[in-house]
């Protein structure tokens, strides 16, 4: 059986070794392939040939603690300046300002809402610690222990107001207003009320980090 010589173009015999007119050799050896990898498969096929739970995001940095709690910490400091306004927008603006301080010590970075969430209440969480402490200090002397309970007494006493008259509750009200005045009583009930700040808190700083995520998100868009 003939074939072309691939230099010439000349006839040549089949398993002669050298082309008789040009020299050229006439054995080829043929290299397999090597398998393509899963790897190197997917690659060539892009990365939205991918599921999205083996790919990684460009952007999606991790949150540097360092500061976040500075951001937050800084936050809680400014909010706290804002309570005697009103304990909600002090922890409105704790959240706000979380968000704020932290994009500003890495402005190219995107919060997402649940992120700036977490920003924001743990901002809210500091500056309740800062509430509490500072509280019970306060309470530690006579004259603002006393101004606090009778502030305590008369809180309770417009709650009671909102009712119509009723005499078991009357004679709850009673009880309440003479445990507020005990030393133990009035620790008590700072101790609830610190519960349920930390709670509020919480909730409150969530809603200002998340709220403040969609504020600046779109200053840095624009």
């Not at 460009?58 to 400091?77: D, G, T």
């Not at 909010?79 to 909600?88: P, T």
């Not at 222990?145 to 107001?161: F, G, H, L, P």
Request: with cysteine; glycine share 6%.
């Amino acid at each position: 059986m003939e074939q072309p010589c691939y230099k010439c173009g000349q006839t040549v015999e089949e398993g002669v070794a050298f082309c008789p007119h040009c020299a050229a050799p006439q054995i080829r050896v043929v290299m397999a392939e090597p398998a393509p990898t899963p790897f190197a498969a997917a690659s060539a096929q892009g990365a939205d040939a991918l599921p999205a739970s083996q790919t990684l995001p460009v952007l999606a940095l991790p949150m540097q603690w360092s500061q976040v709690l500075r951001a937050c910490a800084l936050a809680a400091l400014v909010a706290f300046l804002l309570v005697r306004l009103s304990v909600v927008v002090a922890m409105l603006a704790a959240g706000i300002l979380a968000v704020a301080f932290y994009r500003q010590r890495r402005p190219g970075i995107a919060l997402r809402a649940s992120e700036a969430a977490k920003l924001g209440a743990l901002a809210g969480v500091f500056c309740c610690c800062i509430i509490s402490l500072v509280t019970a200090v306060a309470a530690t002397v006579p004259d603002v222990r006393t101004k606090m309970q009778d502030q305590y007494i008369e809180s309770v006493q417009k709650v009671a107001a909102w009712f119509p008259p009723n005499p078991d509750m009357q004679a709850s009200v009673e009880a309440s207003i003479n445990q507020l005045r005990t030393p133990r009583g009035f620790a008590t009930a700072l101790i609830e009320a610190c519960i349920v700040l930390l709670l509020l808190s919480i909730v409150l700083g969530g809603l200002g980090g998340a709220l403040g995520s969609a504020i600046f998100g779109r200053r840095g868009k624009s």
